[in-house]
């Protein structure tokens, strides 16, 4: 079951005409983000060339939730475009321009135009977690391995 939630979004002058971020099954986790860029200012990235690229939109997320912005599968398999910070973190505070910082990590220089599907936003629930300094830790079976610790 999935929980209904609403979040007011406004759109930026410059993402005047763009599609609002909708699921594109019943069954998608994510809403397609686009590019909001000028028509005639495309955005070409060099292999390893990173950009913020603007989605014209502005969100109110409600307290208890984050946005987070992801790659879509399609960009990176074909042309290496993926999320720098992937996942990127929208604040449920934040009321800036929702921006996609893009890397090219292919071979080839991949051009980015206005409507494009760039990444997709999740909305997920944050734990608001208190850390409290602590003598000791439970003891268990992992103990302090990790990186590699059971094997490749
Ligand atoms: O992919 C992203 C990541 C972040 N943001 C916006 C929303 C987020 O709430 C804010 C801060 O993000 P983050 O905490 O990741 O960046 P920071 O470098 O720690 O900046 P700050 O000092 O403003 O928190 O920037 C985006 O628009 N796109
Ligand atoms: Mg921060």
Same mark, same amino acid.
């Given at each position: 079951m999935t929980m209904p939630l609403s979040i007011p979004v406004q759109r930026l002058a410059h993402g005047e005409g763009l599609p609002l971020p909708a699921a594109q099954t019943s069954g998608s986790a994510g809403m397609d983000l686009v590019a909001a860029l000028p028509d005639a200012e495309p955005v070409t990235l060099a292999p390893r060339a990173r950009a913020a690229v603007p989605t014209g939109l502005t969100l109110a997320i409600p307290e208890g939730f984050e946005g987070q912005v992801r790659p879509r599968s399609g960009l990176a398999l074909?042309?290496?475009?993926?999320? /720098?910070? /992937?996942?990127g973190t929208i604040d449920a505070d934040y009321r800036g321009e929702v921006k996609v910082i893009l890397i090219n990590l292919g071979e080839e220089p991949v051009t980015i135009r206005r409507g494009e599907r760039i990444a997709q936003l999740v909305i997920a629930p944050v734990t608001r977690a208190t850390l409290i300094p602590a003598d000791t830790l439970d003891k268990t079976s992992r103990g302090s391995g990790g990186f590699g610790s059971t094997g490749r």
């Open positions: 074909k042309h290496g475009i993926t999320v /720098a910070n /992937a996942p």
